[in-house]
Structures are given as C-alpha cells and as structure tokens.
C-alpha cells in the first residue's frame, strides 16, 4: 500500500511522515510537495505537487492508495486547491483520504470552518472512502507568545474565558497515522482535541510558576488586541484574523471534551504544562 502525504515539509506533515516510517517501510511512503528538494532529509520519495496545478497533481497521485489530505496554508484559496487534490485522487483510482479539517468545522464561529465545510462536502461527493479529521487548535499557536509575555510582565488576548482544548502537532499527527494505518475509519469524522482544556488565565498561571513572578493575562477588546499584533509586526489580515479567532474562543469554538483524540493515539494528550516548559527551555 502507497500511502501518500500532502503539504510533507510543513510541520505537521513532516511529523507524520516520522511516524509512519515508524509503522510501515519508508518505500511506502510518498511526500507531495511544491519543492522535491526541501524534502530530501524526509527519507521518503518525494514528489512535485502543487494544490494548484492539477498536471502535477495527476502524476503525484499515480500509484497512491492512501491520501493524507493536509489542508493548504492559502487561507481564501483553500476550496479550490483541495478540489483540485480530491478530483486528481478520484482519476488516480485513489482508495482513502483522510482530510484535516477544523473542530466543529459545521458549527464553528470561526472565519476559516467555510472552507472546511466546502471541502469536506466535496470529500462525501467524491465517492472516494473519506475519514475527517477536525483538528482542534494546535498548542504551538500559542508557543510565540510564551517568551514575550515572561519578557513583558503580562499575557494578552481577547478570549476572554473561553476554554482552549488544544492538543501538540505530535498529537494530531498520530492520530492521522492511527486512521491510515486502521481499519474501520471510512465514513467518519472525529472530533480532535486535547484532554484537558484551558484558558488564558491558567496558560499565564502556568507562565507565572516558570517565571517565579506575577505574569497577569490581560484581557483586551478585539480591535485593541488586534491594534496590539500589528504593532508586533504581523500584517494586518493575519492580526485581524488571530482576534477574531481569540474572540470565536471566548464563544467555545476550541472547546471539546470528547477525548477522542486520546482515544485514537491510544495516551493522554500533551498537558499545556508540558509545552510550556519546553518551549521555554528550548
């Protein structure tokens, strides 16, 4: 069996690349890339795809069964490059694709669950076996800010107290291996996040402990926490989009309690302790 991984150099996909080599022979595997050479240090063959461009898509997709689906990072670009993906697997005889989706990506607040949804349904069309991965947030989201708030005295954000159910990349990468490499997953959509959820005050808490201080979260309306990133250098579309995000958190969209991720990984999720010792230890 083939089994294929889009977007392989990016950090997910570099991470379950790792860990099916450490289920099946690297011979198995196959890196769907922009650029063949970034991969070389994978240990899989490599090949070139481009969501966009559905000639080379064709030819990535030759011989592969089993397709892991990452969501593309072209946020307004997604529906039609993962249409492309879907459409070249269907004329690629295809057998599985297992797609990263959004949690709760039907009922989410959040700006980017649209295209999700789209292309979830365009998966449930295709006639292709399909299993839906709705990824929660990832912890390393959060992992830039840990640094600067021990530096500055204080956390920030807009989310108020919306509990955070995040889990690692490592975490929601074994979960998709789990599901290419299992039986009984066709049809399904998991709802995936970490086991135990947090908000901003118990992650500054917990910043606070390492730091030996008082690190408060400070708790700021959307447009002045937005105001606040643009001043740190990010460009505008991706300030605005983070406070909304951090303000679709306030509403309960990263919140799950389901335990499936820890169900399909067979452990615990990653504690945000954890994480936050690492990264600053790092």
């Known amino acids: 069996m083939t089994i294929a991984i889009t977007g392989a150099t990016g950090q997910l996909g570099r991470i379950v690349v790792d860990r099916l080599k450490q289920k099946v022979p690297a011979a198995d595997i196959v890196a769907l890339v922009r650029s ?97 991965l709705r990824n929660g ?62 908000t901003m005050a118990d992650l500054a808490a917990l910043l606070s402990r390492h730091a030996g201080r008082d690190i408060p979260y400070n708790d700021l309306p959307q447009a002045e926490y937005a105001a606040v990133l643009k001043q740190l250098g990010l460009p505008d579309f991706l300030a605005e989009g983070i406070a909304s995000w951090d303000v679709g958190a306030s509403q309960g969209a990263l919140f799950d309690d389901g335990r499936v991720l820890s169900t399909l990984i067979g452990r615990p999720t990653t504690p945000l302790a954890a994480s936050v010792d690492a990264t600053l230890k790092a």
């Not at 992992?143 to 490592?170: D, K, P």
Request: aromatic share 6%.
């Open 137 to 198: 947030w990832y912890t390393e989201n959060y992992a830039g800010s840990f640094g600067g708030a021990v530096a500055h005295g204080a956390l920030v954000g807009c989310s108020g107290n919306g509990r955070i159910s995040s889990a690692t990349r490592e975490d929601y990468a074994e979960a998709a291996v789990a599901v290419l490499m299992g039986a009984g997953h066709e049809g399904k959509t998991y709802e995936l996040a970490g086991d135990t959820a947090w």
């Open 36 to 132: 063949p050479e970034k991969a070389a240090d994978l240990g899989v063959a490599a090949r070139a795809a481009d969501y966009a461009d559905p000639t080379s898509l064709d030819a990535a997709l030759a011989g592969v069964q089993t397709l892991l689906l990452i969501s593309s990072s072209e946020v307004g670009q997604r529906i039609a490059q993962h249409r492309n993906v879907i459409d070249a697997a269907r004329r690629a005889g295809v057998q599985r694709i297992a797609y990263t989706s959004l949690l709760h990506a039907d009922r989410s607040p959040l700006s980017l669950a649209d295209e999700h949804v789209a292309t979830e349904k365009l998966l449930k069309e295709s006639g292709i076996a399909y299993t839906v």
